[in-house]
């Protein structure tokens, strides 16, 4: 069955450095385009980075583009987000997704994995 199991959020003051990581596991990942998205409490799901299967392309929304790095490992069947100057707005449960999405979509809810906090406070 699909896995996806997201890692690494934690608490960091505002300024600082997270990396979070996705294990995959279940389906195609080399064959898979993945998402990163986040969620706040009482909130809807926001798309935060796309990156096509094999890496080549990437998109990122307009609120960390130039803070945030999606990569991946094909060969490990893992997903990364490498989030550096963080800010108390990027406070969330941050998800890893199977699909595409952009500014006004994300992956249904059926294909994401469990979430991973991240608390940018000082």
């Known amino acids: 069955d699909v896995q996806l199991q997201a890692s690494g959020g934690g608490l960091v003051q505002p300024g600082g450095s997270l990396t979070l990581s996705c294990a995959a596991s279940g389906f195609p990942f080399s064959l898979t385009p993945m998402t990163w998205l986040r969620q706040t409490p009482g909130q809807g799901p926001v798309w935060v980075s796309t990156?096509?299967?094999?890496?080549?392309?990437?998109a990122y929304s307009d609120s960390v583009k130039g803070r945030f790095t999606i990569t991946r490992d094909n060969t490990a069947n893992k997903l990364y987000l490498q989030m550096s100057n963080l800010k108390p707005e990027d406070t969330a449960m941050y998800y890893c997704a199977i699909g595409w999405g952009g500014p006004n979509s994300v992956p249904n809810r059926t294909y994401w994995g469990q979430g991973t906090q991240v608390t940018v406070s000082s």
């Open positions: 990156m096509n299967t094999d890496g080549s392309r990437t």
